[in-house]
C-alpha cells in the first residue's frame, strides 16, 4: 500500500478546498471502487478526503415536482424509496440490476456515477492501458475485447461504462450538481458529464480537480412504461453485455439508452423518433458508426433484440 494523508471534511466547499489545493487528492465515501484499485496500486492518491459526514444522504422533493438525490445517498437507500419506485420505476430497476447487495449497501449515488470507465487490461499492471498509463497503448483492442466498446470508442481506449444507475439516468434526463474551491456551483446535464474516450482515456468525466458531487437531480416524472433490461454473462454481479434503459409512452414513443456498448451511457436522441417504427429502425440509428471488433460484433446485433424485447414488454 503506498502512504497517504486523510481528513475528514466538514462541508461540501471544505471538501472542494482541500482537494483542490493538495495533488493527487481523492473523495472517498463507500469506496467501493476506489479501494481496490488502491490495493491493485492502480490508484494511488496522496491524499483521502473522507465526505461521510457532509449531510448528503437525503432524498428530497424539489419544487418543481422532480427529485433530488443527495450524492451520498446509499444505492439499496435510492432504490428502496417509495418515490423512486413510484415515478422513477426505471432507477430503481437499475439500480438493483447493479453490483450485490453488499455493495448496494455501501455505494453510495456519486461514487456510482464516478467508478472507473473500465476493462480486465486496465486491472493487469503487466498489460499496456492509455487510461492507466497515458501513452502505453491499449492492450484491449488486440486482445480478448468481448466485453467492450462497439461505439464511441478510439484507437486509444474501447472500455465500456460499467454502471447501470447511470444508463437510467441517462434515459431520464438527470442533472448532476457540484461545487467547487471557494463555493461555486454548477449543474451538469447527465448527457455531458461522462465523457468519449478520445486521445485522453484517463479522464472519464468532466468534473474539475477538487469538483465534489453533492447531488443529482430528476426532472419531473416523464410517466409511460418504465423497463431496464440486462443482458449479462450470469444472473448477478456481473457486468451488461448490453443493456436497455427505456421510457414507452402509450402513443410508442418515449425515450431510450444503452449500457455496455460505449465509454459512457449511450443514447441518440434522434433514434428515439423511429420508436414507433419498433426497435429494428431505432438500432439502427443508435448503433450508426458502430465500429465492433470480431469478439464483440455480436453486441450490434443484441442491441436491437434486447430493444425488440423491451417494447414487447411494453406494448403488453
Known sequence: MKPFTFER?????????????????????????????????????????????????????????????????????MAADARVRRAYGLLSRAVVAGASGQLRNQATTAGNLLQR??????????????????????????????QLAVIGGSDACIATHPGDMAVAMRALDATVETVKAGGATRRIPIAGFHRLPGDMPQ?????????????????????????????????????????????????????????????????????????????????????????PTHDNAFKVTLVERTLAAVLAEARA
Open 203 to 291: 479522464v472519464d468525466t468532466v468534473l474539475e480537480q477538487g469538483e465534489l458531487i453533492t447531488a443529482v437531480t430528476l426532472p419531473p416524472p416523464v410517466g409511460g412504461k418504465q423497463i431496464y433490461r440486462k443482458v449479462r454473462d450470469r444472473a448477478s454481479y456481473a457486468f451488461a453485455l448490453v443493456s436497455v434503459a427505456a421510457v414507452v409512452q402509450p402513443d410508442g414513443t418515449g425515450r431510450v439508452a444503452v449500457g455496455g456498448v460505449a465509454h459512457k451511457p449511450w443514447r441518440v436522441e434522434a433514434a428515439e423518433a423511429e420508436m414507433p417504427r419498433g426497435a429494428k429502425a431505432v438500432a439502427a440509428r443508435l448503433m450508426q458508426g458502430a465500429n
Open 117 to 146: 470507465t473500465r476493462c480486465p487490461y486496465f486491472y493487469d499492471t503487466n498489460q499496456p492501458c492509455n487510461k492507466r498509463q497515458p501513452g502505453s497503448g491499449c492492450a484491449a483492442i488486440a486482445g480478448v475485447s468481448r
Open 9 to 77: 471534511a466538514r462541508t461540501p466547499a471544505e471538501a472542494a478546498e482541500a482537494a483542490s489545493r493538495t495533488a493527487g487528492a481523492r473523495f472517498i465515501a463507500g469506496g467501493t471502487n476506489l479501494l481496490d484499485l488502491m490495493k491493485l496500486q492502480i490508484e494511488t492518491p496522496a491524499h483521502l478526503i473522507d465526505v461521510n459526514g457532509l449531510a448528503l444522504d437525503r432524498i428530497e422533493d424539489t419544487p418543481d415536482g422532480g427529485l433530488r438525490i443527495g450524492a451520498l445517498v446509499r444505492n439499496t437507500d
